[in-house]
């Protein structure tokens, strides 16, 4: 069974700085493009990221572009979203997915709260 | 960066009865491989999203035949052909053919 598990959300300071992490079971992780995608509160859903299997290619939406940095460990079968000078708009939940055809999977996904 | 317009943004339907949601892109959405990268996603409310249909008329496993993917080009549609209570929630219409992925605002889909 294919399971994505996102951890590392919470309260930060605009200006600051946090790592979430995905962790993927129940496929061949190093196979697969791996994203993350937002969702303000109350909002619809944005793609904010994508990165090819062996983690030497990302993308990345432009209301993020510069601040956010994707990385795996295809040892480990977990991605990170490193989010740095986070801003008020950046809150959301973010889910990890595996967007594949056929085969589409979102983890439960982690809130990040961005507020003084 | 592509602009995916949905409508109508809700729904109001009796149980049983047919829904249909339109998705309209600001350009199209034939890839160089030839595929349609349209997609369909339904978040139920307080869940993750789950994809129903991709590639504008495949359906994902375990969706029921009761919804259907159609359309071409630049326009879609997404059609319950009869509606139960368990299809409440959000649908949104997402395009992975261009870079950035974008998503429809979403359709409020409600049981009368």
């Known amino acids: 069974e294919v399971q994505l598990v996102e951890s590392g959300g919470g309260l930060v300071q605009p200006g600051g700085s946090l790592r979430l992490s995905c962790a993927a079971s129940g496929f061949t992780f190093s196979y697969y493009w791996m994203h993350w995608v937002r969702q303000a509160p109350g909002k619809g859903l944005v793609w904010v990221s994508r990165?090819?299997?062996?983690?030497?290619?990302?993308?990345?939406a432009g209301s993020v572009k510069g601040r956010f940095t994707v990385s795996r460990d295809n040892a480990e079968n977990t991605v990170y979203l490193q989010m740095n000078n986070l801003r008020a708009d950046d809150t959301a939940v973010y889910f990890c997915v595996r967007d594949s055809h056929p085969g589409s999977y979102f983890g439960q996904g982690t809130l990040v709260s961005v507020s003084s | 960066d592509v602009v995916l317009t949905q409508s109508p943004l809700s729904l109001s339907v009796t149980l049983g009865q047919p829904a249909s949601i339109s998705c309209r892109s600001s350009?199209?959405?034939?890839?160089?491989?030839?595929?349609?990268?349209l997609s369909w996603f339904q978040q139920r409310p307080g869940q993750s999203p789950r994809r129903l249909i991709y590639?504008?008329?495949n359906r994902d496993s375990g969706v029921p035949d009761r919804f259907a993917g159609s359309g071409s080009g630049t326009d879609f549609t997404l059609k319950i052909s009869r509606v139960e209570a368990e299809d409440v929630g959000v649908y949104y219409c997402?395009?992975?053919?261009?870079?950035?992925?974008?998503f429809g605002q979403g359709t409020k889909l409600e049981i009368k």
């Open positions: 350009q199209s959405l034939v890839y160089s491989d030839g595929n349609t990268y």
């Open positions: 997402m395009q992975g053919t261009h870079w950035p992925y974008t």
């Open positions: 590639k504008v008329s």
């Open positions: 990165t090819n299997p062996d983690g030497t290619s990302t993308d990345f």
